[in-house]
Structures are given as C-alpha cells and as structure tokens.
C-alpha cells in the first residue's frame, strides 16, 4: 500500500455504506454489535470502524475519504458522525471519540454524500429530485460545521442506467452550489472473450466524462455560478473474473462472515484495460478532480493476500502503480496521429492509448502508452517541442504471450513489468517501438 502512495482511500463505501450506522464501528470492540450487512448479505462484526480506518490510513501513507449514509439515514447522523470525527472536544460527539482513546480530532475533510443513490439495489434509493434535497441539506448542514469541507455528491452507477444522464442534471439543479463534485462508477468486462472488444471500452469511459462535464457545464450556466463542480470517479476497475463463485456463495444463504466475494485474479489482458483507463483519466484531469480505484486488497484488487499467509501484486498493481508514481504534475494535450479500428460497439478506436504528464517540478516527462494491436507493433514518435535537451531515464515496458497469464502466490512474478532500452531521443523527438499488446512508461529528464 505505501508503494502504491494513494493520495485517499474512501471508507467505508460503497453499497455497504447506506445501511451502516457509523456507531456501531466505534467504543470498546467486545461491546459493539453484529450486523447483517443487506448489500453483500453477510454479517458485519464491526472490528473495524473509522477510528481504526484512520489509524490505518497513516500506516498507509494516505487520507480517509469519508461516506455518509444517505440511504437508511440522512442529515442528523451525517452531521453527528462528522462531529464525532473532526471537532476537538467539549461536545457530546466529540467528547465520546475521546473517550474511545481518540484524543485529537481526525479532521476529515473529503467526504461523500452517500453511494449510487440513483441503483434500486441501493438501501434507501430514490429519486434524482428526492436525493438531490436530501444531499443539498445535509451538505448545508456539514458546511455549517467547517465550510472548508469538499463533498461528493452522487451521479450515475454506470453510463447505461437509464436515468443517465438526467440524474446528474436533476441532482446538480438542487445542490450544485453546496457540492464540489459529483460521483460517477464505472466497472469493465471482457465476459465475451474478445480483446479488441474489451480494449476499447476505455473509448465509452472518455465519452462518459464528456457527458456528465457537458451536463455541469449546462446546469453552472442555468444557475450563474461562477464555481465548476469537479468529477469524482470514485469506483472504477475491471470486475468480472469471480461473479461464478460471487453467485454461488450468495446463493447459499447463510449470511456469513467475510466471505471470499469479488476476488477476481486478474489477467495480462487486464493490465492493458487498466493502462488505457488511466490514461483516459490523465487525458480528462480538466474533469476528473478525484479517481478511486475499486478496491485494494483481495476484493477487485491490485493486492492479493492468503489468510495468515503471502501478500502479492496482481497484474493490474503495476499501471496503477506507475500512474500513481508518475502521473502527478500537469497533464499535457497531445495530439495523436494513427490508425484505429471499429469494435462491436465503439467507432475508431485507437490502437495507440497515450497520454503524458510533465513533473510538478517540471524536471521530467512521463508517457504511459498501451499499443491495442494484437499483431503489430506500433512506433511512437513525439516532438518534444518547447522542452530543453532531454535525456531517457526510464523505460519500462509490459507484455506476454499468455493474455491470461496471472500473478499467484506461488508465482507472484509471471507478469511483471522489466526496463528496456529501446527509445531512442535525436532530434528533438522520442522514439520507440512498442510491441503488440503492450503497456509501456517512458520517463525523460527535461
């Protein structure tokens, strides 16, 4: 986790959240109660509540993202829980967090309105005009508290319900000038079996963002707000691997604890999906303030563990390792010259994915490309202009003849990425042949 340097982690969700009674995480744990937890039908025994997540989170070398329940509960619990996590003593929420051994106040200040408010799965869904009141007031009522606060507050599950994308428009027309950003989710599959397919899903990601920005850009303008809500796209990933075995534990119905739910092992395939989504999510940084992979260890996770056992980094680890490490600073607008293809759903699909960020420092030029071409490799050739001399000081390259090859415990370095030497820089311009089906990080000093 500390590798991975997450600038936030959000807690605690997700479909969980909107039937969680926050209290029941905190106080001596021998007294705090067994739940049944009605999103993922199993028991929640509270072992760890947000104390203990905020502890972890230090350990972890990130911040707590924090969700209120917005589904079976509403403003007062949302303002008492922030009470409890952010104010310093004297009052009666405040005073308890003390007393539970927590003497200094968390002091949150990234906090969502509840979670896919918009799916009828969710406890406690309603209407876009219903949540929107309800995310407007009670975001008045925390802003009350500390007017500092950035708040989330919930957009669509997925860019195919069908309340998309007038549920952005109907929440926002209520609450835009209370919220600082809005929700979108989005989970990717490849259950058909087909790569190209697969691969250019990233292409309905970009047109997603440009949707919900246009839907912001309408409602600023109907309200004559001077302020852009920003886009949280605070559940991403690849997520299908394990619905068999997700299926077949919930169809047991015996409520149990911690289930091995959602533990999809992922594939090399996987690492180009993941590659191209967040280079799409570089790319649309002018939108994307906040971007929360889904989730970290063992459920949809870059890290694996075994029950008293080894901890590895699943295939996927590594694009998201490398964005994290290298994606912060200003993304750059390139402007990208190659062939494409048609899949069954998207038009001109490119076969070159590349998006670039120049260092906060401004010292250094990272590209992270993804070549989607099963049988050709492709030549990236970049102009580097308005930049000094430039010097390679990294090129990390991913591939493998196995598209499901994976990461196990037993072999926890069947995909791993290995340095190459094969970009050339001359003539003000970087050049280098990515090969088929690759994801590439090419880092230069500027």
């Known amino acids: 986790m500390r590798e991975l ?6 807690y605690p ?25 009605l999103a993922w039908r199993t028991r929640e025994a509270n072992q760890i509540g947000v104390n203990e997540f905020v502890d972890w989170c230090k350990k972890a070398n990130t911040k707590p993202m924090l969700a209120v329940n ?6 007062d619990a949302a303002r008492n829980f922030l009470e409890y996590c952010n104010h310093p003593g004297g009052t009666y929420y405040s005073d308890l ?33 219903e949540y929107g009141r309800l995310a407007d007031e009670t975001a008045k009522a925390m802003r009350g508290f500390d007017k500092s606060l950035e708040l989330v507050v919930c957009g669509s599950s997925n860019s195919d319900m069908k309340t998309y994308p007038d549920w952005e428009a109907q929440v926002l027309d209520q609450c835009y000038d209370s919220a600082d950003h809005i929700s979108l989710h989005m989970y990717f599959a490849n259950r058909e079996k087909n790569t190209l397919n697969y691969l250019a899903r990233a292409t309905k990601l970009d047109r997603y ?4 920005g246009g839907v912001i850009d309408y409602i600023k303008a109907k309200k004559r707000s001077k302020k852009t809500i920003g886009i949280s ?32 092992v992922y594939n090399f395939e996987d690492v180009l999906q993941v590659g191209g989504i967040l280079n799409t999510f570089i790319r649309r940084s002018d939108r994307v303030r906040i971007a929360c992979i889904a989730q970290l260890v063992n459920v949809i996770a870059p890290i694996m563990t075994e029950d008293g056992g080894a901890a590895w980094r699943q295939t996927i680890y590594y694009p998201f390792y490398y964005a994290s490490r290298y994606g912060r600073g200003s993304a750059l607008q390139l402007v990208v010259d190659g062939p494409t293809y048609d899949s069954d759903e998207e038009n ?33 050739d970049v102009r580097l202009e308005g930049f000094g001399a430039a010097r390679l000081i990294e090129q990390v390259e991913m591939t493998h003849g196995d598209l499901e090859a994976v990461n196990t415990a037993r072999r926890p370095e069947t995909v791993v990425p290995a340095k190459v ?26």
């Not at 917005?70 to 403003?75: A, E, H, I, V």
């Not at 250094?364 to 990236?380: C, E, G």
């Not at 094969?422 to 000093?445: F, H, M, Q, T, W």
């Open 5 to 10: 340097d997450t600038p936030y982690c959000r």
């Open 13 to 37: 969700g997700g479909n969980f959240v909107s039937a969680y009674n926050w209290e029941d995480g905190v106080g001596p744990r021998s007294e705090r109660p067994v739940r049944l937890d």
């Open 70 to 75: 917005l589904g079976s509960r509403g403003l």
């Open 97 to 129: 967090r003390r007393k539970h051994g927590w003497a200094n106040p968390h002091d949150v200040k990234l906090w969502c309105l509840g979670n896919e408010m918009d799916g009828p799965w969710q406890v406690g869904h309603k209407s876009a005009y």
């Open 209 to 212: 963002i440009t949707t919900i």
């Open 233 to 264: 796209f605070d559940e991403w990933n690849v997520w299908y691997h394990s619905n068999q075995q997700d299926k077949e534990i919930l169809a047991r119905d015996e409520w149990p604890d911690a289930p091995h739910l959602l533990e999809d």
């Open 348 to 380: 001109e699909v490119p076969y070159l994915d590349v998006s670039a960020v120049q260092s906060e420092d401004g010292r250094s030029l990272t590209f992270f490309a993804v070549n989607r071409h099963p049988d050709s490799a492709l030549d990236l």
């Open 421 to 446: 030497e094969s970009a050339k820089i001359e003539d003000g311009r970087v050049r280098a042949a990515l090969k088929p089906l690759s994801y590439n990080v090419i880092r230069l000093s500027v």
